[in-house]
């Protein structure tokens, strides 16, 4: 079955950074666009950033746009999202997602078909 697994999370001061990474298996990796999504606490869950199965082409938020780098290593299954100047209003739980096609649009503007269980990123100031 397709799993997702989050890791890199947890407390960073304010200014800081941070990598995320998310383990993918159970299907065909590289046939998916892959994307970040996270949810604070009281709110609805959003879009961070989302990346083209072959890497080339990528999309953030305006929250994170200039400030964050989404990537992805093909041959180990697995997608990134690197995080600068972190302020206190990223403190959320981040999940990656599965998109339901190769083109990135398909997280940005479809419903990613899996997701993971999730990662806790804390900005502390």
């Known amino acids: 079955q397709v799993q997702l697994q989050e890791s890199g999370g947890g407390l960073v001061q304010v200014g800081g950074s941070l990598r995320l990474s998310c383990a993918a298996s159970?299907?065909?990796?590289?046939?998916?666009?892959m994307g970040w999504f996270r949810q604070a606490s009281g709110k609805e869950r959003e879009f961070v950033a989302a990346?083209?199965?072959?890497?080339?082409?990528?999309y953030y938020a305006d929250s994170v746009n200039g400030r964050s780098t989404i990537s992805r290593d093909n041959a180990k299954n697995t997608v990134y999202i690197e995080i600068s100047n972190l302020k206190p209003e990223d403190t959320a739980v981040y999940y990656c997602?599965?998109?339901?096609?190769?083109?990135?649009?398909?997280?940005?503007?479809?419903?990613?078909?899996?997701w993971g269980r999730g990662t806790q990123v804390t900005v502390s100031s």
């Open positions: 159970g299907y065909t990796f590289t046939n998916y666009a």
């Open positions: 990346i083209n199965w072959s890497g080339h082409s990528t």
């Open positions: 997602a599965t998109g339901s096609g190769a083109p990135f649009s398909t997280v940005v503007q479809g419903v990613p078909t899996s």
